[in-house]
């Protein structure tokens, strides 16, 4: 059963980062359906934006004066490896990346990866993998009871209409607590991304949210519409003329 993604976001104050993966079916066609979004508490958190790169976005300084720790918000969450795009929370985007490269998978790069070392949360690191024909894959690194690093590893064929949700935290709390289960299974009902971006953005909660990222790709062409909304400084809309695959 495909849950409402909006209903969720709406019920819950402080998701942490996240992400979407799906397909989306349009007539005569089917897009690969892809989001990310960021959150924050902290003014570290909350003083950045989404920029876009040649593969893909980064994350930058809102006010490079006040950033107090770059280490852990300052990252590409996208980047495209060929007809591939890598999303994720962090900088194992890179080094992702940099085994897809290699000709090494998606799974090798996360398992010489762990949780980020920001105690007392010890806060997942979440990443996708969206492929040419639309299958994705999503992955969990998170802390077990005893510190030790747990590696969770899903792999979905592309259905209609339908994809799935994952994030860093399952709600608001002190310390926070990390997503449990697998991703949750969720309605692509918005037509484009221009839909989808509004909707999520509005379903995310006001005070916590930051940036979003929202892209449809055509699946026959390569041909995307592109959506990133920024709380602070300026949003992006890009549909492109060409294939973003290289």
């Known amino acids: 059963m495909n849950q409402n993604l909006f209903e969720l976001l ?28 960021i ?29 107090e720790d770059p280490s852990l918000i300052i990252y590409h969450p996208v980047r495209m490896v060929g007809s591939r795009t890598i999303v994720t929370n962090g900088d194992q985007t890179d080094t992702i990346r940099d085994y897809l490269l290699e000709g090494k998978t998606f799974a090798d790069a996360l398992r010489t990866r762990e949780f980020e070392p920001d105690e007392p949360n010890f806060t997942p690191r979440i990443s996708g993998l ?9 992955s969990i690194l ?5 510190r030790c690093p747990m590696r969770q590893f899903f792999e979905y064929v592309a259905e209609g209409d339908a994809g799935h949700f994952i994030s860093t935290y399952q709600g608001d709390g002190n310390p926070l607590p990390s997503f449990a289960g697998e991703p949750i299974r969720v309605a692509i009902d918005a037509p484009d991304a221009d ?17 979003l990222f929202v892209r449809y790709t055509d699946l026959r062409n390569g041909f995307a519409q592109t959506r990133i909304i920024n709380k602070f400084g300026e949003s992006f809309s890009v549909d492109t003329k060409e294939p973003i695959w290289k």
């Open 39 to 67: 959150m924050g508490r902290s003014a570290n958190s909350r003083n950045r934006i989404f920029s876009l790169t040649d593969d893909g976005i980064r994350t930058e300084a809102y006010d490079p004066s006040k950033v």
């Open 130 to 138: 969206v492929e040419r024909d639309g299958r994705y894959a999503l």
């Open 10 to 37: 709406r019920a819950n104050p402080y998701p942490g980062r996240g992400i979407v993966l799906g397909m989306k079916s349009l007539p005569g066609a089917s897009a690969a359906v892809m989001a990310y979004w």
């Open 195 to 211: 839909t989808f971006a509004k909707e999520l953005w509005d379903a995310l909660n006001e005070e916590n949210r930051i940036s």
């Open 142 to 146: 998170k802390a077990s009871p005893n």
